[in-house]
């Protein structure tokens, strides 16, 4: 019994990271002009090409909520989603085996970060180096949702076990 109840706890403890970690990717989503401000002012002047990017994503997003703030609206849905998805994970969080299925669902969308990183950055002209720390978003979820994956299989042999007569 005491097997289980250190595996139900490190599971937990990684949904927990899991969904805070989302949250907060969402969160950041809602003041992006800011945090593109905030970004610049602690960056090194200088002409090297990420500073060039940052600038330059920069001026398109002032540009753009200067002009047409309500393009903005679109971050604000990206943010909703980020907290919804985050949400879901609640379920695993408090029965893990019955709710295996939201890990799968996390880890295919993890997984589905890639193509999306490299069709749409390339049709959006966005650079390659930036494509790839898009990328890393899915990396770094895939590896806590794969850890619990693997610990809810083991949970779920060993609760199996103990209700055999």
Known sequence: MNHE?????????????????????????????TEMAWLLSMMPA??????????????????????????????DWLAFAHLVIAVAFIGPWKDPVKNIWVIQFGR??????FPLAFIAGYVRHIPFA???????FGVLGL???????????QLATLQAKLQRP
């Open 5 to 33: 109840r250190q595996l139900l706890q490190n599971i937990r403890r990684w949904i927990l990271f899991f969904i805070i970690a989302l949250a907060l990717s969402g969160i950041t989503a809602f003041p992006l002009e």
């Open 46 to 75: 200088g002409r090297y090409g990420f500073r060039r990017w940052v600038e330059k994503v920069y001026a398109g997003l002032t540009a753009t909520n200067n002009r047409y703030p309500f393009l903005a609206y679109g971050y």
């Open 108 to 113: 295919i969308a993890c997984l589905m970060i």
């Open 130 to 136: 930036w494509q790839l720390i898009d990328c890393s």
């Open 143 to 153: 590896v806590p949702l794969t850890i619990c994956y693997n610990k809810i299989k």
